[in-house]
């Protein structure tokens, strides 16, 4: 049977956020191409839906400030769970053949609605985690300049603009700051409605809310009354009164309403396993089966209206398997073999049960109880008493895969304990305990000291939102967050971590980017926002896609956050966490147009089988799209593609996970050193900050520069492989330098770019030009191109050596060295990449003397002032300093 594409989410306004959609009649497991299918954002999957009296449609593709004060913004991107993630999980994993039916990832763009987030960005090239034809690498986003694309308008209009005007109005908050969205699904802010003032909480208490007479016991065995598990009956009662007086919180509850009621229609989420039920199993199924439970649990609470609630009790049998359709093998029903699906139902059934406890009568509670009981919290138990959890094991559990179970399992036991029978009580209180003591030890370290997540930048998603559920629902449960947050103080930071790793082109899509986001968002900063005081995550989530279909987000957004998150957020920021450095540098947060550079330069290991081989890697966006970007999944049903992080790992053979798949310098012919790759990197910047303005343009000398001695990764000396990227000309173009010092082992060098551009190189192969006028729209349910505004350009200049020259391969770019070991039919794990271009260039050892590259990037600008068409400084690396290039 094939899988069912799921009903596209509905999203109102930023209806862009997501990267993969559903691509029929492929694999799963590998990456798409095409158009957007896999991800989904909301009800709307298929690309920007309508809500009603709303234009369809996203804001135009090249926008500056039009006669409608729209500018561009960016947008999140979605968070990707997948199968054995863990490094060390269980030896080796070997996948079998997955079954043709509905891929669940596809290319590259941006998805819009609320599934998942799309993966790689390279101008266009994703990865995908679905189908092994899954070549998509169209890039794209918005363009350099203009007004309003040709044939697009704004997406929040009508009767929802005009109750979102008036509930601004009532309760004296923000006005929406955004009406539309870009092809990359980035906020187009209307310059009218901005507060430009700093982030704030407007003087009022950030966590304040509605009259609650319960008191906090801060027991794990005296729980407040239902519903407790991430939300409270007098936040419920409150909530209406919360919307008719926030122009946000009325889009989203009119969003929520538009998916329930399109979701309605449907029949129930089929059981589809993918790849096996080892493979990435029901995955999918238990996040769609949550991302409904979610939206009819709402619907029925905010209007009584009992149909949603019946169609809620159909869903939530139909998973129980207690209907003729089949649900379950060998008597199990969510699959236990690949805990992840135990979890996500489990959390869905909970709030299913908890949200509506008092709604239900004693039979439907009943049914639903004994489901969480029997199908997840006692194979629960089984999970952390024997092998089969390898999830909770220390060595495995910096990670999503620990968030999820536990919060899973943690949400499951806290929704039922004190109901039913003793037994049940016990087993809730066992699992209460073992999850909430694993969950601290493991989870809680999945982001490192300075925020950024221990796995991917698309993996952030699933673990911090699994967490924010648990961290949630242990606050609203018990009256405290039961030490989970002492666990890792710095756990907040990973708010910054997400902010930072988007630039306009999408995500830093770094590794593996995970499967379908569905349920999944990044609306847990709103909490963390609420918790910390500080407003600016809150303020830059609320503007994105994937804010609107969550109803999470009803209960975790404090309306009195006011004001624009860019203001006095510095444009730079070096994560130096040696376990996973990285940078990030930009011209302005809040210009489509802006130049983004994201590089990464760490060790190769300890990022539970998620990561490249990848150091020294970067992106580069500019003119609204991306010029450099990743391919992020591989073919994930690949054999032994979650194997191990050694050398000899298959993992490693695989073209979109090998240094040759990478934007790095490739060193004879073969892939960088796991065991001994550990950079020492370098950063400055002179600390500019954004201000309110949303035009705000960097001053000429604003400079931001990162170093790496790669040296180790390639087991040579160090200072023997040193790479800088720098930003020039009031960040208007960025210079790539490598310096490669003299080395009788260093038989040939490869600097390599993997793009979506089409490649023009000059007569001298001095020059390459790079051009992309339209990206694979990630938004639309149907095939189709999305105008970036006209043509834009990047050009490539070399500086020195004298003698390189240019040289490209594709589209589609492929490996120069090594085969893939499980590359023959039927397998082809390689994935064709159709539409990117490797563009490179040979320097030839290092035996005879020192050489140096330099590439300087130039976006060929609107209007390119002399400065711009000047020959940057040629100064060594060991003399950079903020001003060297002056």
Same mark, same amino acid.
């Given at each position: 049977?094939?899988?069912?594409?799921?009903?596209?989410?509905?999203?109102?306004?930023?209806?862009?956020?997501?990267?993969?959609?559903?691509?029929?009649?492929?694999?799963?497991?590998?990456?798409?191409?095409?158009?957007?299918?896999?991800?989904?954002?909301?009800?709307?999957?298929?690309?920007?839906?309508?809500?009603?009296?709303?234009?369809?449609?996203?804001?135009?593709?090249?926008?500056?400030?039009?006669?409608?004060?729209?500018?561009?913004?960016?947008?999140?991107?979605?968070?990707?769970?997948?199968?054995?993630?863990?490094?060390?999980?269980?030896?080796?994993?070997?996948?079998?053949? *997955?079954?043709?039916?509905?891929?669940?990832?596809?290319?590259?763009?941006?998805?819009?609605?609320?599934?998942?987030?799309?993966?790689?960005?390279?101008?266009?090239?994703?990865?995908?985690?679905?189908?092994?034809?899954?070549?998509?690498?169209?890039?794209?986003?918005?363009?350099?300049?203009?007004?309003?694309?040709?044939?697009?308008?704004?997406?929040?209009?009508?009767?929802?603009?005009?109750?979102?005007?008036?509930?601004?109005?009532?309760?004296?908050?923000?006005?929406?700051?955004?009406?539309?969205?870009?092809?990359?699904?980035?906020?187009?802010?209307?310059?009218?409605?901005?507060?430009?003032?700093?982030?704030?909480?407007?003087?009022?208490?950030?966590?304040?809310?509605?009259?609650?007479?319960?008191?906090?016991?801060?027991?794990?065995?005296?729980?407040?009354?239902?519903?407790?598990?991430?939300?409270?009956?007098?936040?419920?009662?409150?909530?209406?009164?919360?919307?008719?007086?926030?122009?946000?919180?009325?889009?989203?509850?009119?969003?929520?309403? @538009?998916?329930?009621?399109?979701?309605?229609?449907?029949?129930?989420?089929?059981?589809?396993?993918?790849?096996?039920?080892?493979?990435?199993?029901?995955?999918?199924?238990?996040?769609?089966?949550?991302?409904?439970?979610?939206?009819? $649990?709402?619907?029925?609470?905010?209007?009584?209206?009992?149909?949603?609630?019946?169609?809620?009790?159909?869903?939530?049998?139909?998973?129980?398997?207690?209907?003729?359709?089949?649900?379950?093998?060998?008597?199990?029903?969510?699959?236990?073999?690949?805990?992840?699906?135990?979890?996500?139902?489990?959390?869905?059934?909970?709030? $299913?049960?908890?949200?509506?406890?008092?709604?239900?009568?004693?039979?439907?509670?009943?049914?639903?109880?004994?489901?969480?009981?029997?199908? !997840?919290?006692?194979?629960?138990?089984?999970?952390?008493?024997?092998?089969?959890?390898?999830?909770?094991?220390?060595?495995?559990?910096?990670?999503?895969?620990?968030?999820?179970?536990?919060?899973?399992?943690?949400?499951?036991?806290?929704?039922?304990?004190?109901?039913?029978?003793?037994? /049940?009580?016990?087993?809730?209180?066992?699992?209460?305990?073992?999850?909430?003591?694993?969950?601290?030890?493991?989870?809680?370290?999945?982001?490192?000291?300075?925020?950024?997540?221990?796995?991917? $930048?698309?993996?952030?998603?699933?673990?911090?939102?699994?967490?924010?559920?648990?961290?949630?629902?242990?606050?609203?449960?018990?009256?405290?967050?039961?030490?989970?947050?002492?666990?890792?103080?710095?756990?907040?930071?990973?708010?910054?971590?997400?902010?930072?790793?988007?630039?306009?082109?999408?995500?830093?899509?770094?590794?593996?980017?995970?499967?379908?986001?569905?349920?999944?968002?990044?609306?847990?900063?709103?909490?963390?926002?609420?918790?910390?005081?500080?407003?600016?995550?809150?303020?830059?989530?609320?503007?994105?896609?994937?804010?609107?279909?969550?109803?999470?987000?009803?209960?975790?957004?404090?309306?009195?956050?006011?004001?624009?998150?860019?203001?006095?957020?510095?444009?730079?920021?070096?994560?130096?966490?040696?376990?996973?450095?990285?940078?990030?540098?930009?011209?302005?947060?809040?210009?489509?147009?802006?130049?983004?550079?994201?590089?990464?330069?760490?060790?190769?290991?300890?990022?539970?089988?998620?990561?490249?081989?990848?150091?020294?890697?970067?992106?580069?966006?500019?003119?609204?799209?991306?010029?450099?970007?990743?391919?992020?999944?591989?073919?994930?049903?690949?054999?032994?593609?979650?194997?191990?992080?050694?050398?000899?790992?298959?993992?490693?053979?695989?073209?979109?996970?090998?240094?040759?798949?990478?934007?790095?310098?490739?060193?004879?012919?073969?892939?960088?050193?796991?065991?001994?790759?550990?950079?020492?990197?370098?950063?400055?910047?002179?600390?500019?900050?954004?201000?309110?303005?949303?035009?705000?343009?960097?001053?000429?000398?604003?400079?931001?520069?990162?170093?790496?001695?790669?040296?180790?990764?390639?087991?040579?000396?160090?200072?023997?492989?040193?790479?800088?990227?720098?930003?020039?000309?009031?960040?208007?173009?960025?210079?790539?330098?490598?310096?490669?010092?003299?080395?009788?082992?260093?038989?040939?060098?490869?600097?390599?770019?993997?793009?979506?551009?089409?490649?023009?190189?000059?007569?001298?192969?001095?020059?390459?030009?790079?051009?992309?006028?339209?990206?694979?729209? *990630?938004?639309?349910?149907?095939?189709?191109?999305?105008?970036?505004?006209? @043509?834009?350009?990047?050009?490539?200049?070399?500086?020195?050596?004298?003698?390189?020259?240019?040289?490209?391969?594709?589209?589609? $770019?492929?490996?120069?060295?090594?085969?893939?070991?499980?590359?023959?039919?039927?397998?082809?794990?390689? /994935?064709?990449?159709?539409?990117?271009?490797?563009?490179?260039?040979?320097?030839?050892?290092?035996?005879? !003397?020192?050489?140096?590259? /330099?590439?300087?990037? /130039?976006?060929?600008?609107?209007?390119?002032?002399?400065?711009?068409?000047?020959?940057?400084?040629?100064?060594?690396?060991?003399?950079?300093?903020?001003?060297?290039?002056?």
């Amino acid at each position: 049977m094939s899988y069912q594409r799921p009903q596209d989410p509905y999203i109102h306004s930023n209806a862009s956020q997501y990267d993969e959609r559903y691509q029929q009649s492929h694999q799963q497991g590998a990456y798409q191409q095409d158009y957007p299918q896999g991800y989904s954002s909301g009800p709307a999957a298929a690309g920007y839906h309508d809500y009603p009296d709303h234009a369809s449609g996203y804001q135009g593709s090249a926008y500056k400030e039009s006669q409608e004060g729209l500018y561009g913004g960016r947008n999140a991107a979605g968070y990707g769970q997948q199968r054995n993630a863990a490094t060390q999980a269980a030896a080796t994993y070997s996948y079998a053949k *997955p079954k043709h039916g509905v891929s669940k990832w596809i290319k590259i763009g941006v998805p819009i609605l609320i599934l998942v987030i799309a993966g790689a960005v390279l101008g266009g090239v994703f990865g995908s985690r679905a189908a092994k034809d899954d070549n998509s690498s169209s890039g794209g986003s918005s363009g350099g300049s203009g007004g309003l694309g040709s044939g697009s308008s704004p997406n929040v209009q009508g009767a929802a603009l005009t109750a979102a005007q008036q509930a601004a109005k009532n309760g004296g908050n923000n006005m929406l700051f955004y009406q539309g969205t870009d092809p990359y699904s980035n906020p187009s802010f209307v310059a009218s409605n901005v507060d430009t003032s700093a982030p704030a909480y407007n003087g009022q208490a950030h966590n304040s809310s509605c009259s609650d007479s319960w008191t906090a016991t801060n027991s794990l065995t005296s729980l407040r009354p239902h519903p407790r598990i991430m939300t409270t009956e007098a936040e419920w009662d409150c909530l209406p009164t919360k919307i008719a007086n926030d122009a946000y919180l009325t889009v989203w509850n009119s969003t929520i309403f @538009t998916n329930a009621t399109n979701w309605s229609s449907k029949p129930p989420v089929a059981y589809v396993a993918d790849g096996g039920f080892t493979g990435s199993g029901i995955l999918d199924v238990s996040r769609e089966v949550q991302q409904r439970v979610k939206a009819f $649990a709402y619907a029925y609470k905010i209007s009584n209206n009992t149909a949603f609630k019946n169609r809620l009790y159909l869903e939530l049998n139909n998973a129980a398997g207690n209907t003729p359709s089949s649900f379950g093998q060998n008597g199990t029903r969510w699959n236990a073999a690949h805990f992840l699906d135990v979890a996500e139902m489990t959390s869905a059934f909970a709030m $299913a049960y908890d949200w509506l406890y008092n709604d239900w009568n004693n039979t439907e509670r009943t049914m639903i109880r004994d489901a969480i009981v029997n199908y !997840g919290l006692v194979p629960g138990q089984n999970q952390y008493a024997t092998a089969d959890g390898w999830w909770k094991l220390p060595a495995n559990g910096n990670g999503n895969w620990n968030c999820v179970c536990n919060g899973g399992m943690l949400t499951g036991a806290l929704a039922i304990r004190g109901d039913g029978d003793s037994n /049940q009580t016990a087993i809730a209180d066992s699992i209460i305990n073992s999850a909430l003591e694993n969950m601290r030890d493991n989870c809680m370290r999945g982001a490192y000291d300075d925020g950024t997540w221990s796995e991917t $930048a698309n993996y952030w998603y699933f673990g911090t939102n699994a967490q924010g559920r648990a961290l949630s629902s242990l606050i609203t449960a018990t009256g405290s967050d039961q030490g989970m947050m002492a666990a890792n103080p710095n756990w907040y930071k990973t708010s910054d971590f997400h902010m930072y790793v988007n630039g306009p082109g999408g995500l830093f899509a770094y590794g593996d980017n995970g499967p379908n986001k569905f349920a999944t968002t990044a609306n847990q900063l709103m909490l963390y926002s609420r918790l910390t005081g500080d407003a600016r995550p809150a303020l830059y989530q609320r503007d994105r896609a994937d804010a609107a279909f969550d109803p999470l987000s009803m209960f975790w957004y404090e309306p009195t956050a006011k004001g624009a998150f860019w203001n006095g957020l510095p444009l730079d920021r070096f994560f130096d966490d040696q376990r996973g450095q990285w940078a990030s540098m930009r011209s302005s947060w809040t210009d489509p147009s802006a130049v983004f550079v994201g590089i990464k330069a760490s060790n190769l290991t300890g990022h539970q089988t998620h990561g490249d081989l990848d150091a020294g890697d970067f992106v580069i966006d500019a003119l609204g799209t991306r010029w450099a970007g990743e391919y992020g999944n591989g073919n994930y049903l690949s054999t032994d593609y979650f194997s191990n992080e050694t050398q000899q790992s298959a993992r490693w053979t695989y073209y979109r996970k090998a240094t040759d798949g990478q934007n790095t310098l490739v060193i004879n012919d073969q892939n960088q050193q796991v065991a001994t790759c550990l950079p020492n990197n370098t950063f400055a910047s002179t600390g500019v900050s954004q201000t309110g303005d949303l035009s705000f343009k960097p001053a000429a000398t604003d400079a931001v520069q990162f170093i790496s001695d790669l040296s180790s990764c390639y087991g040579q000396n160090a200072g023997t492989i040193q790479r800088g990227i720098r930003m020039l000309n009031g960040r208007r173009q960025v210079l790539v330098q490598d310096e490669i010092a003299q080395s009788s082992s260093i038989t040939s060098v490869q600097w390599r770019v993997q793009t979506n551009g089409t490649v023009s190189i000059s007569s001298d192969g001095k020059t390459a030009t790079l051009t992309q006028s339209s990206i694979t729209d *990630p938004n639309a349910g149907v095939v189709g191109k999305v105008s970036l505004g006209g @043509t834009k350009t990047m050009k490539l200049q070399i500086l020195s050596p004298s003698n390189a020259v240019f040289t490209s391969q594709g589209p589609p $770019a492929q490996r120069i060295y090594g085969t893939a070991v499980y590359s023959a039919p039927p397998e082809d794990s390689d /994935q064709a990449n159709v539409g990117v271009t490797a563009l490179s260039i040979d320097l030839g050892g290092a035996q005879s !003397g020192a050489q140096t590259l /330099q590439v300087v990037w /130039q976006p060929q600008w609107e209007s390119l002032s002399a400065a711009d068409q000047a020959t940057p400084k040629s100064v060594p690396l060991s003399q950079w300093s903020l001003t060297s290039h002056n």
